[in-house]
């Protein structure tokens, strides 16, 4: 086995640590990600995603390190019905409102503060991080490296307060669904 590790600075959590797994053809086994300024420890036993991406932006770590967190003992991926029952005794639900496959452009129909939190991530807002608006939520994190779970949990977090959900731009208004026109295709009214 091979231990990476590496960080990012989630927004009002401080940093996040992701320890990787991965056999020796550096697919991913297993990932975790650990935020020490909140204690939350988030594993993911049986990653749908097994291709290691930007290893260059990775740091090799010892096992020991990998393990402090995720004991030997454990290492046997679990069932997913499991994890979410781990979750739910500890208060977490499934989200609902984003998810890795809806694109970029849906995500932002959802909360008026998606871009905000799409930029904390270094993902858009500048000349040298674009994104298209076609691309998954899923696409975006692998090809710039950033933890999907930790994005779409942040963006989950939006919908606490909402206040501020429906879309503050007057085009994205015009197209996002309402209660009308639950398919947000407009009307035929002239």
């Not at 291709?51 to 402090?68: G, S, Y």
């Amino acid at each position: 086995m091979i231990y990476y590790k590496t960080s990012q600075v989630v927004p009002g959590k401080g940093d996040a640590w992701m320890f990787y797994e991965c056999n020796d053809d550096q697919s991913v086994r297993r990932y975790m990600t650990y935020i020490p300024a909140t204690r939350e420890l988030d594993k993911v036993p049986n990653p749908f995603i097994k291709k290691l991406q930007r290893p260059d932006m990775l740091q090799p770590c010892e096992d020991e390190e990998f393990f402090q967190y995720w004991p030997e003992e454990e290492a046997t991926p679990t069932t997913q019905d499991a994890v979410s029952e781990h979750l739910r005794e500890r208060g977490v639900y499934a989200r609902t409102h984003f998810n890795p496959d809806m694109t970029v452009m849906e995500a932002m129909l959802v909360h008026t503060k998606v871009a905000e939190v799409f930029a904390a991530f270094h993902l858009g807002g500048c000349s040298s991080c674009g994104i298209s608006e076609i691309e998954t939520v899923g696409q975006v994190c692998m090809a710039y490296g950033v933890d999907v779970d930790i994005l779409l949990d942040v963006l989950e977090e939006l919908m606490v307060d909402d206040d501020a959900s429906a879309p503050a731009d007057p085009i994205l208004k015009s197209i996002a669904p309402s209660e009308s026109d639950p398919a947000g295709v407009g009307s035929d009214e002239k």
